[in-house]
Nanobody, 115 residues
Framework: QVQLVESGGGLVQPGGSLRLSCAASGSIFRIRTMGWYRQAPGKQRELVASITTHGSTNYADSVKGRFTISRDNARNTVYLQMNSLKPEDTAVYYC?????????WGQGTQVPVSS
């Protein structure tokens, strides 16, 4: 049984920063590529960043240079550092495997970017 619990969201002004965390239960975390996804109002969920077990990362063009994904395998946790946030980053952010597994979607954490 795998559970993924996201935290760290909240209202932030344009140009601000946030750090999201995703705590994973279950042993699958350490052997899988993990991803951060987001779903903006009225839009489909999209993958914004992923990280392999060895630390190789990939980013969507829209966040490249502003977001940084990292993982702590000892703590079964994956992070998303978000800098220079823009109103268009407003979304609910989720973590999951990459590619995602339907059964592992959690509640997500909301990130409204607004002045």
């Amino acid at each position: 049984q795998v559970q993924l619990v996201e935290s760290g969201g909240g209202l932030v002004q344009p140009g601000g920063s946030l750090r999201l965390s995703c705590a994973a239960s279950g042993s699958i975390f350490r052997i899988r590529t993990m991803g951060w996804y987001r779903q903006a109002p009225g839009k489909q969920r999209e993958l914004v960043a992923s990280i392999t077990t060895h630390g190789s990362t990939n980013y969507a063009d829209s966040v490249k240079g502003r977001f940084t994904i990292s993982r702590d395998n000892a703590r079964n946790t994956v992070y998303l550092q978000m800098n220079s946030l823009k109103p268009e980053d407003t979304a609910v952010y989720y973590c999951n495997l990459a590619p995602d597994r339907r059964a592992y979607w959690g509640q997500g954490t909301q990130v409204p970017v607004s002045s």
